[in-house]
């Protein structure tokens, strides 16, 4: 279910939400926080609907109960509505139902809180997919704006193959060098039509300094890496560190924040 293309450094996944599921996975990270807490670094935690559940008002139900097991565990909630794996996710990108999603998980992080100051609301990131209309972006922009949501991950894998320089065998999620453009391009989109208002979790081909700094100055606040790991192990994320503060140096940059949408 996990298909490397070498020649292009990319992967296609058919994994969709590959969990044994949110009651296992609250136990093992109840552990880890029992024996570490806190945690070294900030924990997100991505959530979606499963495949067997149909119907809008049990697709509800089945985010709010991931919802209230595990968003008291994590840092921030990744609300997952643009798996290609899982049929039918994507149509929770359309405004009407990503409302009700939204809204109502905005309620539960609400309630988590309470009246305690020392509960904070779970912040809710929303990941999207690169394979979206502009008409389906403005209209996702300006639900998270009205929502007051806590920003965007961008983007997930793609559907599409017009990136991929040899035939592509396989249904799935494409990721890796070409998804690349594709996602910067969506991100640039996302910074303009907000504004600049929404942060912005970018993703997508980072396999360089120079494609970190590419989605900062596209508008990315913070960046996720998945495939480039495979390609180019695990101390990519500190070749990028390293190479980010020499593009910094060549443009006079002192702070990295001051790139962030540049390139709009």
């Given amino acids: 279910r996990v298909f490397r293309f070498p020649e292009m450094e990319a992967v296609v996944n058919q994994l969709g939400f590959n969990s044994e599921g949110s009651d296992i996975v609250a136990q093992r990270i109840t552990s880890l926080r029992a024996v570490s ?89 929303v990941k999207i997919s690169p394979d979206m209309d502009d008409h389906d972006i403005i209209d996702m922009v300006e639900t998270v704006l009205e929502l007051d949501i806590a920003g965007i991950i961008a983007t997930n894998t793609t559907v599409q193959r017009e990136g991929a320089a040899v035939n592509v065998g396989q249904q799935g999620g494409l990721s890796g060098r070409p998804l690349r453009g594709k996602s910067t391009e969506l991100i640039q989109k996302v910074y303009r039509y907000s504004n600049g208002q929404i942060p912005i979790i970018g993703v997508g081909g980072v396999f360089s300094a120079e494609d970190a700094y590419e989605k900062i100055k596209a508008g990315a606040s913070l960046l996720q890496i998945y495939t480039a790991l495979i390609y180019e192990g695990p101390y990519l994320p500190r070749t990028i560190n390293q190479g980010l503060i020499e593009l910094m140096q060549r443009d006079g940059v002192s702070n990295i924040s001051e790139v962030i949408g540049k390139s709009n």
């Fill in 37 to 125: 807490s806190p945690l070294s670094v900030p924990l997100g935690i991505n959530i979606g609907k499963t495949k067997a559940v149909e119907g809008d008002s049990q697709i509800l139900s089945d985010y709010q109960s991931c919802f209230r097991k595990l968003a008291p565990l994590a840092d921030y909630i990744t609300v997952n509505i643009s798996s290609p794996n899982t049929p039918g996710l994507r149509q929770w990108q359309e405004r009407e139902k990503l409302t009700a999603l939204l809204k109502m998980l905005a309620e539960e992080s609400k309630l988590a809180a309470g009246n305690d100051p020392k509960q904070r609301e779970i912040p809710l990131f």
